[in-house]
């Protein structure tokens, strides 16, 4: 990204040793950048005086007690204090939060979406009202669960803002590209990559290439982490160097400008003389990242019998239960098949964590029709699923030689919670009402004769 190329008045740091393009590599990792020289104060974190007559404020995503606090040490024009003044609730209907239970909306099911039609250019669509809810689950009162969403984007917020007082927000972009301008610094993305924006952070998303359509998975509880390699051992599936940070960069700009935080499931709106995006250097390890799902690194078995999903997790946000997690976010990508004398697509099952699935591109093995690019699927806990007719079939008579599957990523939202369908899964957005039916023409194939079949 060239300098030129930045936000009207934005100013950004200079990329320094072991950056890259603007951001900085590592998950958790404690980061400093500045965008002036001199602006980080060194050896403390609030001196008498700031350079610049800057303001020392601290972002804290944890309590201050957790084992490994995670906070951010921000050097602003302003205290956030000045960002806010007098609210007003406002509604942004198509943006639900759990507890959400509609009435005549049945969640119990299996459930398959067909892409959310692409809005025209100019319709409107900002990442507020954009914003259109599938599936809620658990509790933001009390920190636990999760939202799935699908934005639909075709215009960038012009003097505004927004941040999220319940929940960290993971991103799973599918056609066109924005930009995240964030208190700490830029995030540009793609499709083929992630971000995560943290509980708390205030940003503005602007449009690089539109319409723009991607997947949201609202955490409001722990937030994400690395899984516990366990067994795997330290190297594979997603490597820490490969998120990224994005370095400072600010605005000195005055201007109206509407705040709107997300607070207990409620939207409210502020409106302050600047912009609020006034970060001129920061430090700390809570902070907004990307990833770029093409660096994963799959494992999986390499003589018989499939793993579980578990094995293709690239986040978990614990739930406080060891082993149990709030949210795993899954990916399932290019990757070898060469397990002998085995049914290599997942098996048929029936399992306590609720899974929603998005088709970022290409096919799906166990669903080789109708969960296309931009669509959705929703198995509920304790709902039995799996591979369709075509891939049991398939699956059970191939020759078992080394094959890839290429061209392929698709993902999962799966959560310990029941995942209730929201008044717009049921009723707007285009489901396939004959998804249950993939699995009628299944036929009994039972033998009772004794002897080996």
């Known amino acids: 990204m060239t300098e030129q190329s930045l936000p009207r008045g934005m100013i950004r740091a200079t990329a320094t040793t072991g950056t890259h393009e603007g951001y900085m590599p590592g998950f958790g990792n404690d980061f400093e950048t500045e965008a002036l020289p001199g602006a980080l104060p060194q050896g403390q974190n609030s001196p008498q005086k700031c350079n610049y007559g800057l303001y020392a404020e601290q972002l804290s995503g944890t309590a201050f007690t957790q084992p490994r606090p995670e906070r951010a040490w921000c050097y602003r024009i302003r205290p956030s ?12 209907p198509n943006w639900k939060t759990a507890p959400h239970l509609p009435q005549d909306v049945i969640s119990l099911g299996q459930y398959r979406w067909d892409p959310v039609p692409m809005p025209e250019k100019g319709t409107g669509y900002t990442w507020l009202s954009g914003m259109h809810s599938m599936t809620t689950a658990g509790d933001v009162n009390t920190q636990v669960g999760m939202a799935s ?28 590209r924005l930009r995240f301008c964030t208190e700490l610094g830029i995030i540009d993305l793609e499709p083929k990559e992630i971000a995560i924006l943290p509980r708390g952070l205030l940003y503005r998303v602007e449009v690089l290439e539109g319409p723009c359509r991607g997947f949201v998975c ?15 051992g330290a190297n594979c599936l997603a490597n820490p160097r490969d998120f990224k940070a994005p370095v400072a960069a600010f605005e000195d700009r005055d201007a109206r400008s509407r705040v709107v935080i997300k607070w207990c499931g409620q939207f409210h709106e502020t409106f302050i003389g600047h912009s609020p995006l ?3 250097a920061w430090h700390g390890n809570y902070a907004p990242y990307k990833y770029d799902l093409r660096t994963y690194s799959p494992v999986g078995a390499i003589l018989f019998d499939h793993p579980d999903p578990s094995i293709f997790t690239v986040l978990t946000a614990p739930s406080g239960q060891p082993g149990v997690a709030n949210i795993d976010f899954v990916l399932f990508r290019e990757r070898w098949l060469v397990a002998e004398h085995s049914f290599r697509p997942p098996w048929d099952h029936k399992n306590l964590m609720s899974e929603l699935m998005g088709n970022i591109y290409g096919q799906y093995d166990a669903k080789p029709q109708g969960f296309v690019p931009g669509g ?12 369709d007719r075509d891939a049991f079939e398939g699956a059970s008579n191939a020759e078992l030689q080394p094959h890839k599957l290429d061209n392929t990523m698709s993902f999962m939202f799966e959560t310990r919670f029941p995942q209730h369908l929201t008044e717009y ?7 396939q009402d004959d998804y249950i039916d993939c699995w009628t023409t299944l036929e009994k194939k039972f033998d009772g004769t004794p002897g080996e079949k």
């Open 425 to 431: 899964a049921a009723r707007e957005a285009p489901l």
């Open 149 to 176: 969403h699908v934005y639909l984007i075709t215009d960038s917020m012009v003097d505004e803002y927004f941040y999220s007082a319940d929940s960290e927000l993971l991103v799973v972009p599918q056609e066109g």
């Open 278 to 280: 006034d970060v001129v």
């Open 81 to 92: 204090v000045r960002h806010t003044s007098r609210f007003r609730k406002i509604d942004l």
């Open 218 to 232: 609202e955490n409001y509880g722990q937030k994400f982490e690395l899984p516990h390699r366990g067994p795997i």
């Open 376 to 387: 959705l699927s929703l198995h509920n806990c304790m709902l039995p699923h799996g591979p």
